[in-house]
C-alpha cells in the first residue's frame, strides 16, 4: 500500500502560482511512476501530469505545457505540480496518484493503483 497525501491548493487570481505537494508513505516511492490529475465539477478526472520513476521522463496534457511543471524528490517521497500562469480552467480538485511500472501507459485514470485525497484549486478571474 501506498498512502498519498496532496497539500498546497488554494485561491488564486487569473495569471498567478500554485506548487501542490504530494506526500507519500508506505511502499519504497522511487519503484512507482507518479501522476497528477484533476476534477472540475460535472466533469471527469483527467490527466495532467506523469513523471517516471527516476525523474528522467515527463508527460504533459496540451493544456498546460508550457504552464506546469512536475517533479520528485524521491529522498523526501514527495511529487509536486508547480503551477504557473493559472486560468480560470484550471479551477478543480487535483489528485496525486501512484502506478505501478505496468501495465504501460500514462493517461488514463483506471492505471494508477493509489490516490490521494485531492485538493482544491480555485482560479479567481
Known amino acids: 500500500q501506498v498512502q498519498l497525501v496532496e497539500s498546497g491548493g488554494g485561491l488564486v487570481q487569473a495569471g498567478g502560482s500554485l506548487r501542490l505537494s504530494c506526500a507519500a508513505s508506505?511502499?519504497?516511492?522511487?519503484?512507482?511512476?507518479m501522476g497528477w490529475f484533476r476534477q472540475g465539477v460535472g466533469t471527469e478526472r483527467e490527466f495532467v501530469a506523469a513523471?517516471?520513476?527516476?525523474?528522467?521522463?515527463?508527460t504533459y496534457a496540451d493544456p498546460v505545457k508550457g504552464r506546469f511543471t512536475i517533479s520528485r524528490d524521491n529522498a523526501k517521497a514527495t511529487v509536486y505540480l508547480q503551477m504557473n500562469t493559472l486560468k480560470p480552467e484550471d479551477t478543480a480538485v487535483y489528485y496525486c496518484?501512484?502506478?505501478?511500472?505496468?501495465?504501460?501507459?500514462?493517461?488514463?485514470?483506471?492505471?494508477?493503483?493509489?490516490w490521494g485525497q485531492g485538493t482544491q484549486v480555485t482560479v479567481s478571474s
Open positions: 496518484a501512484a502506478k505501478n511500472p505496468r501495465p504501460a501507459g500514462l493517461t488514463r485514470v483506471e492505471l494508477y493503483a493509489y
Open positions: 508506505g511502499r519504497t516511492f522511487s519503484n512507482y511512476t
Open positions: 513523471i517516471s520513476r527516476t525523474g528522467a521522463s515527463t
